[in-house]
Nanobody, 119 residues
Framework: QVHLVESGGGLVQAGGSLRLSCLVS????????MGWYRQAPGKQRELVAT???????NYADSVKGRFTISRDNAKNTVYLQMNSLKPEDTAVYYC?????????????WGQGTQVTVSS
């Protein structure tokens, strides 16, 4: 079993910052890419940022320059530093990890953490 647990969400005023964390635990093989996605009410889940095992990053245009994704492989943890938050960043944020075990790659999701940005 593999578990992804997010933390760090909450309520913040526009212009503020939050740092999300996602810990991967359980029977882990090799963690490949990790990422953050978000889903606002009435909208589809969308990519926020991803990071490869080689630390190559990719961001949605809407968060470039404001959000930073990073990972600590020793701790099996991925982070999302969110600065200059806007009300439109309000959503449930989900952590995602692609893990290779026994020659097969599996995709795992966390349960989500709520981020609310007030204007």
């Amino acid at each position: 079993q593999v578990h992804l647990v997010e933390s760090g969400g909450g309520l913040v005023q526009a212009g503020g910052s939050l740092r999300l964390s996602c810990l991967v635990s359980g029977t882990i093989g090799s963690i490949n890419a990790m990422g953050w996605y978000r889903q606002a009410p009435g909208k589809q889940r969308e990519l926020v940022a991803t990071i490869t095992s080689g630390t190559i990053t990719n961001y949605a245009d809407s968060v470039k320059g404001r959000f930073t994704i990073s990972r600590d492989n020793a701790k099996n943890t991925v982070y999302l530093q969110m600065n200059s938050l806007k009300p439109e960043d309000t959503a449930v944020y989900y952590c995602n990890a692609k893990i290779t075990k026994g020659g097969l790659t599996y995709v795992y999701w966390g349960q989500g953490t709520q981020v609310t940005v007030s204007s």
